[in-house]
């Protein structure tokens, strides 16, 4: 079972018979991005709806991912939910959805044994969805349960990582974590209909397609897609940012026998940007993820065994905790992208050094930049690495969309061509111009939470003890981290229950709000 | 990962074997063919050619995991072992190590199961020779300090930390210590609490471990993608051949038959939905006997989205998120766990009911020819669309190779899944299904109503 269910719903279907209907031609061409392999086995269909959390109703946040979950775990016009697994089971196709940020992504993989049977149904679930009440009241439970009970109790690390992104989107329509209590509360079916009527139109559908499929099967789909309404893509504005001053620190209260921290910054900067690939390098070598190259990892696990993990991102990277991929996810681009650091979650006695080694390694990382060596190294691995993030169709299919909505060449190409002719002053410069090791937000998971914000707020120092003897470069380093000042905004440092995250519907207004009425 | 079974007709092979033990995939469930070589000191050394055009996916399989930890006090340690793996030899530092692997660009890393530990590595084919270097220094060479090693402790104690907020791990961790009495499989992989707690305290037991577990005939390198046996097997006997066999013997205590039903009440503190966890004493994996490929397509019956169960407690009376159950396969009797999350305390009973009610249908009446069929049919699919990259190939046939040692168990075992009855599914369900051979296991959040 997947613990991101809400997110990431797999479900086996089967089918036997199903409709889509076929139309006349839009004004608006329904868009495809395909990669065609004709002795692939394996077909992988991702329709992409240019919608998603940023597009949800104000008192509605949440009904993008419920409209989401009503095509891929409900039915068609023609079958009920269990009719539609019953049919399919067999094929063990499968339909995944993950409604982001930006997009909302319909994934479906079917051997092509039964590819024809298995894209009528496909199609007819996007096309002709049933909208059944028994299936939104399903829906809404389990997109609540994933709100209320695995976010607010089970998850530690994604809901740190959910509190970073609220607290560094405060006022802005990336600061939820795709939906909130009250929202979902609110939504009603004829409110999901209305949306899905507006939203999946002509203009917001984009169809990908990759592996051995039948040629005819792409002008086919063109047409079948093109019975959605007529519109043209708009995309929603996206404010400025709120300015971060200092180190500005949320600590959410739950119990919890370890502490989970993230920390970051908004970034102005993505693929599409010759920068981000100097940016690339320079993160490779601070944090990889899931790799002991990084100075993070190597400090804060390798030499002191502060914990399981530590890594850094220059962009949003979901698959991080429960994925199995170590590489980077697809389909989840963002057009205002983040810098962040994961720490995994500590012993709470060390909470507060955790925090200091993180900040000491961030900004020496920063004033001091990478010599020649570690650029010549790491651009190397990065430029191997990359080559393994494309083996299956899927995969590929999914950067090559990607790089579209970024408006470059395919990601894993575009790399390759960047990193050839980078150079260190490149690298460098490209540090020193993104990250800023002084303005950050910071999103603490912690039980017993007063004696770790008083030691913050404080600048109390915190010693590390080890359990044997450690070298006596990393004791000196120690003596400087422990009383390392932090520059901590004390007026934007708050303690968050746990059981207001998630709860209204701007949830970073909302926690500034709160905080100012806890203060009176 | 489970269930990957079934014939399959995938893309053709390009690249064909010089030296082929076992070439002719004919007639076998297993779509690619598989070639080995033993070498004089034990190691086997696999290779699977698939079209993945430049790169390998080099898993190296210990036939060792928590199952082997049989003294008291040091559970967990082929876990941590798994991690001391990576701290250097007096050839290759730990951070020469980390250095090399960064050259050739590879995704790195290593897993621990009840009955393995498996070091993987997906890279280049060109850096095929670079891998072995490296591995087998490490598998024969490795050398670290009892500093080092309280370190890894707290990395260890990291990943328990990091898992903990998930009350599986908890649920797993108490339905275990329940089922079983003196059989290791009473611990998780990641080991008691306490143990690990204590791990820091254990250089001189870990130097053992090493001495007893990691020697050529426990092990296997599995290679898959753009490789040729025969340069593999003559890599593998430049760089293993004076690796020495140990002596080490062990004896594992398996549990009698459990003669009453056993139960757990675990309160938890977060905000949770209750889970219900049920655990049968099933079989161990066999390649030759029916009953494990039995259990497999009963849990289909009972468990799949397209089963009675589901539809009545999932969609009808939506009275829980999910409800799923399975046995994985292991080399001694494992649990076949079934887990389901329930929307309210109060249907807990009316739940656990309903599942009791299944299981006893499923005795004595006969899943349709119809049905069964269907089950099949998705399990054949399931396991040709798993198999779509090398990584996912080497890590389906270093699952069958822990089990038995023999990568061709792949094939016996998926021609078992073809001669499956209705009357075996009924014949497992009437021997493994058992009150008196059940451990039950509520979580539920303090403060709850039932």
């Known amino acids: 079972m997947s613990k991101r269910a809400f997110f990431y719903i797999s479900l086996l279907f089967a089918l036997t018979t199903g409709f889509v209907g076929g139309g006349l031609h839009a004004k608006t061409p329904v868009r495809v991005t395909e990669i065609h392999s004709e002795n692939s086995p394996i077909v992988t269909f991702r329709v992409i709806i240019r919608a998603g959390s940023i597009n949800d109703i104000k008192g509605r946040e949440g009904i993008n991912a419920l409209t989401a979950l009503m095509i891929a775990q409900g039915g068609t016009k023609e079958l009920r939910y269990q009719e539609v697994a019953a049919k399919l089971y067999p094929w063990a196709a499968n339909v995944d959805v993950r409604p982001d940020k930006e997009i909302t992504v319909f994934v479906g993989n079917v051997h092509r044994d039964h590819l024809e049977k298995f894209y009528k149904l496909f199609g007819d679930l996007l096309l002709n969805p049933r909208f059944d009440p028994d299936d939104f009241t399903r829906n809404k439970d389990l997109a609540l349960s994933y709100l209320e009970k695995n976010l607010r109790g089970t998850d530690d690390e994604n809901l740190g990582k959910d509190a970073l992104i609220i607290s560094m989107f405060a006022n802005h329509p990336y600061g939820t974590a795709g939906a909130t209590v009250q929202g979902l509360k609110s939504t009603t079916l004829e409110e999901v209909k209305d949306y899905y009527r507006k939203t999946y139109t002509t203009g917001n559908v984009w169809i990908g397609i990759a592996g051995g499929y039948p040629r005819s099967l792409v002008t086919r789909m063109e047409k079948d897609f093109s019975v959605l309404p007529e519109s043209k893509f708009t995309p929603v504005a996206l404010p400025q940012l709120e300015k971060i001053e200092g180190l500005e620190v949320d600590v959410v209260e739950k119990p919890a026998r370890a502490t989970a921290i993230s920390l970051g910054h908004p970034l102005n900067i993505t693929r599409k940007d010759k920068d981000f690939y100097a940016l690339m390098v320079a993160n490779s070598y601070f944090g990889e993820h899931r790799t002991f190259n990084g100075v993070l990892m190597n400090r804060l696990r390798g030499d002191r065994g502060l914990n399981y993990g530590d890594y850094s991102y220059i962009e949003r990277f979901i698959g991080g905790v429960n994925s199995g991929s170590r590489f980077p996810d697809v389909n989840t681009p963002l057009r205002q992208q983040y810098f962040s650091i994961w720490l995994r979650p500590v012993q709470p006695e060390n909470a507060h050094f955790a925090i200091r080694a993180a900040m000491y390694e961030l900004s020496k990382f920063v004033a001091e930049g990478m010599t020649d060596e570690q650029f010549q190294q790491t651009r190397k691995f990065v430029s191997n690495y990359s080559k393994l993030w494309a083996q299956t169709l899927d995969r590929r299919l ?123 | 990962m489970r269930r990957t079974v079934g014939t399959i007709t ?237 002596s080490y013997t062990l004896n594992v205590p398996l549990d009698p038959p459990q003669s009453k039903e056993k139960y757990v009440a675990l309160p938890w503190k977060a905000q949770t939905l209750p889970i219900l966890a049920i655990g049968y004493h099933g079989p161990a994996f066999s390649d030759s006997k029916i009953d494990m490929p039995a259990m497999d397509l009963l849990s289909q019956v009972l468990f799949s989205q397209t089963s009675d169960l589901f539809r009545k407690l999932v969609i009808e009376e939506q009275a829980v998120e999910f409800v799923q159950g399975g046995q994985t396969d292991s080399r001694d009797p494992g649990l076949f766990n079934i887990f389901t999350r329930i929307k309210d305390p109060k249907n807990i009973g009316m739940v656990r009911d309903e599942i009791y009610s299944a299981i006893e249908r499923a005795k004595t009446t006969p899943v349709s020819a119809e049905k069964l069929a269907e089950i099949k049919s998705f399990m054949k699919y399931s396991f040709a669309m798993g198999l779509d990259n090398a990584d996912a190939i080497a890590r389906s046939v270093a699952h069958y190779v822990q089990l038995t040692g023999d990568p061709e168990s792949v094939n016996r075992v998926y021609g078992l899944y073809d001669s499956v009855t209705p009357e075996d599914i009924m014949m497992v369900a009437n021997k493994y299904f058992s009150a008196n051979n059940r451990a039950v296991v509520l979580l539920t959040m303090e403060g709850d109503k039932q």
């Not at chain 1, 575009?414 to 002084?438: H, M, Q, S």
């Not at chain 2, 008291?72 to 030899?89: I, K, N, V």
């Open chain 2, 10 to 246: 995938f893309c053709a092979l390009t690249a064909v074997s010089l030296v082929a033990e076992n070439p002719d995939t004919r007639n076998k469930e297993f779509p690619y063919p598989i070639h080995q070589t033993v070498l004089e000191n034990g190691l086997k050394v696999i290779s699977i050619p698939f079209d993945s055009p430049s790169i390998i996916s080099y898993y190296t399989v210990v036939r060792t995991g928590s199952r082997n930890e049989v003294e008291p006090g040091l559970s967990g340690f082929a876990h941590f072992f798994e991690h001391m793996m990576f701290r250097g030899t007096e050839k290759y530092s730990k951070d020469a190590y980390n250095e090399m692997l960064k050259s050739i660009g590879a995704d790195n890393n290593a897993f621990t199961s009840d009955d393995l530990t498996a070091y993987h590595t997906l890279a280049s084919a060109a850096a095929l020779e670079t891998i072995m270097d490296l591995e087998s220094d490490r598998f024969m060479n490795l050398k670290y300090d009892e500093e080092a090693f309280k370190t890894e402790a707290g990395a260890i104690l990291g990943e328990y930390n990091k898992n903990y907020s998930n009350p599986f791990q908890s649920i797993f961790e108490k339905l275990r210590e329940s089922a079983y009495e003196g059989h290791t499989y009473k611990h998780t992989t990641m080991g008691f609490l306490k143990d690990i707690m204590d791990m820091p305290n254990q250089y001189q037991y870990s130097l053992k471990f090493f001495d007893r577990w990691y020697r050529p005939e426990h092990c296997a390198l599995v290679v898959v993608g753009d490789v040729n046996h025969e340069r593999l097997v003559g890599l593998a006997r430049k760089y293993y051949a004076s690796w020495k066999r140990g």
């Open chain 1, 398 to 520: 999914g950067y090559k969309m990607d790089s579209e909505f970024y408006g470059t060449d395919d990601y894993v190409d575009r790399i390759d061509k960047e990193l050839k002719t980078l150079t260190l002053a490149d690298v460098n410069t490209a540090i020193k111009k993104y990250i800023d090791p002084r303005n950050l937000k910071v999103a603490i998971v912690a039980d017993n939470v007063q004696s770790l914000k008083e030691a913050i707020l404080t600048n109390a120092p915190s010693p590390m003890t080890y359990a044997s003897s450690v070298s006596e470069r990393i004791l000196a380093e120690d003596k400087v981290i422990s009383v390392l000042p932090l520059g901590i905004n004390k007026a934007k440092t708050r303690v968050i229950p746990v059981s207001m995250l998630f709860e209204n519907e701007s949830p970073g207004h909302t926690l500034h709000r709160k905080d100012d009425e806890g203060k009176k």
